[in-house]
Nanobody, 121 residues
């Protein structure tokens, strides 16, 4: 079993910054892909940023230039640096990972519990 635990959310003023962290633990052989999604009230969950095991990154158009995803393989942790925050960035941010576990040959998808980011003056 694998657990993802997010941290770093909070209340921030427009223009501010936050760094979200997602620490993975458990029976991990390798993490193939790590993503950050977000879901605002009444909205569908949307992909914000993705990083592959080769450190290839992709971003939603709405966050390009403001958000940066990175990973520390030694710590099994992925980060999302969020700059120039806007009120429309307010959402619950979820970490997601596709993991090769030590117990099986297949890949499995895991989600964190979410961390709230609120941008308001």
């Amino acid at each position: 079993q694998v657990q993802l635990v997010e941290s770093g959310g909070g209340l921030v003023q427009p223009g501010g910054s936050l760094r979200l962290s997602c620490a993975a633990s458990g029976s991990i052989r390798s993490i193939r892909v790590s993503d950050w999604y977000r879901q605002a009230p009444g909205q569908q969950r949307e992909l914000v940023a993705r990083i592959s095991s080769a450190n290839t990154t992709t971003y939603a158009d709405s966050v390009k230039g403001r958000f940066t995803i990175s990973r520390d393989n030694a710590k099994n942790t992925v980060y999302l640096q969020i700059n120039s925050l806007k009120p429309e960035d307010t959402a619950v941010y979820y970490c997601h990972a596709v993991v090769a576990t030590t117990a099986a040959a297949n890949l499995y998808s895991y989600w964190g519990q979410g961390t709230q980011v609120t941008v308001s003056s």
